[in-house]
């Protein structure tokens, strides 16, 4: 029973009443006995959809009401918001929230006077460099989604940051809410805390497999679902559903397939719309249209309009939002989505279909079948607890042999153990330089017992390995002037046949081991500072550093494109098949303005890369040269939200860039300066006086100057007329010489005049 608990602050338990929670789950209850409200660390394992916020909510309150102060950190920045809305509801009775996302050289104090703060893993690892001071208040930590330590990618930054919170306070209490996943034990070991495991649901889920004409269901039932001759099984399954007054949730590997189904899942949908939800989805669709007008926003509306929708990370994340909403509201009666749904965003369907269990993977080379975990968690999203009587999760098989292995590989299957990647090299790459720039290490053996604190070093027994890949990094750290060795380096404190075998340094642990009674002191150099604070992955510093440093002439905004486009901080844009000849061809065209040393043609790798990092920058070339939205969307087949992450990457890397040029004693951050200044507002040079004016985005600024206005000084004195007539729309242009400060901006009575400017230039 709520009313039981104690701890929290006055106020909190009515409040969860009045959203309809009257007593806790069993795994809540549990959380609570082994110490939740007391302070106490624990890993909860329980099945998504069963409660975990309500568990870091009753953790981080009490830590409130006891005078301390909660972080809550999330694997999503969309997540990061979700949590925030849901947080803020806790200032009726008196909590504060704040959230951080973005921006990864601050230090956010004004976070200091907040209860909660909520912020991705990434951003807290930035705090954690830029010795943002509050974070040693911090009494709670809650880590959601701590699988994701898994993550090739994003898990190390999550595993390093929670070993250094736990510290800067070695009394911080930890909660971290895992999927249900083999080694939760271990986790909770690594983390020193309790473990609240868990297979309890609120709400039934059937998990079964379509073959034929039914579902075969995991305890034994059957479903007949019918396929008519001409349509696919999700469809089949989708229309049976709806005609139950349900929605359903369809599963697929890739954003082009999701907005195809969703397509042709309007279309099975649409029959079974009543009148006023077809009235208030061309509503949907309208507010759909006017975030954009590109060609995803346009097949966005095509499909709401008829009551289906696609979801995929390629979506501006204000059609994401009204897209989960309308969900949420059974407007929409199917989503077709890539996994990224799955991973956290609350939005249940009765019926969840995973369509695709397989998706390309690049490094194999060819489909590969997902993980036990990450099917379990789309398959949890099955059933709205209060408003369906249970869930359904499908899988869909071909044949008989197939639904057999569906039932092995993923309904009977346990999820997979979490493996700490923290050993891979770029990984460690940056987090030792962390480590050292922000003081967690000032000596070898400081860093190796630093290391040592990982769940890397908790799950290895291969026990020299951490230490020699640290020092295989040192090395390289050293060697890019990131980091200085004293004390000796690797050979210097070698004698005899050791130091013969300095140049590949760092052979064996063994030897290192003789070292043990001579520690080497460690030190970040101010070039390793600033690239700490950075966020920079130290081998995209590196890379910059060389390109700026090898440039004999004033390097050219394609230039510097390219240069951090082939940074690993970057995502390249892949070449499509019949590509390497066209970039081949630029690449030739442009050779004399790129930066640092071209691979050979030979290195057929290599040379791909860097024609990859061509088709990058030529993309945000295009984008600072004016071309429409679009277009580029439609040249570089991406999606507008692609395009934004481009842009957004593009200027913090050549923010970072000026930064480092500076650093270096450069001559060319103004050159950096100005290229960042025109990717961040999509322009050509002459306009960026005019883009400076709040309000002036790149089409009005390209209007105004083919008008003859090219400042903002001309804002203040020009004939008004000519301004409303490159602007149209009086308000706006009021508000635009208002910005610029003109001292009477009204636009009362002026008639607009037409100046015949150039053609517009893409
Ligand atoms: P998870 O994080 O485990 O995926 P959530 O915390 O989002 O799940 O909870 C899913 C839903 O269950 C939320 O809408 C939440 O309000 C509701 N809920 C959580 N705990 C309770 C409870 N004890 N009683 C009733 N509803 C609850």
Redesign the pocket.
Known sequence: N?EELSGLPPGAVSH?QD???????PP?AEAVEAGATDGDSLVAA???????????ALSMLSAIERGGKALYIVPLRALASEKKDEFDAYEEFGVSVGVTTGNYESTDDWLATRDIVVATSEKVDSLVRNGADWLSDLTCVVS?EVHLIDDRNRGPTLEVTLAKLRALNPALQVVA?SATVGNAGEIADWLDAELVASDWR?IDLQMGVHYGNAISFDDGSKREVPVDGSESQEDALVRDIVAEDASALVFVNSRRNAEAAARRLANVVAPELADEEKAALDELADDIRDVSDSETSTDLAAAVEKGGAFHHAGLASEHRSLVEDAFRDRLLKVISATPTLAA?V?TPARRVIVRDWRRFDSTAGGMTPLDVLEVHQMM?RAGR??LDPYGEAVLLAKSHDEQDDLFDRYIWADAEDVRSKLAAEPALRTHVLATIASGFASTRDGLLSFMNETLYASQTNERGRLESVTDTVLDYLERNDFVEREGGTAGGSRSGADADAADDAFTSAADLATEADQDVDLRATNLGHTVSRLYLDPMSAAEIVHGLESAGSRPTAMGLYQLIARTPNMYELYLRSGEDDKYGQLYYELEDELLGDAPSEYEDNRFEDWLAALKTGALLKDWADEMDEDRLTERYSIGPGDLRGKVETAEWLLGAAETLAAEISSDWSVAVREARARVEHGVREELLELVSVRGVGRKRARQLYQAGVESAADLRTVDKGIVLGALRGRKTAENILENAGREDPSMAGVEPIQVDGVEATS
């Open positions: 709520l969860f959203e309809g929670i009257e007593s806790l789950y809540q329980v099945p998504t959809a069963s409660g975990k916020t309500m568990i870091a959601d809410l609120p956290g609350n949890g607890p209060g």
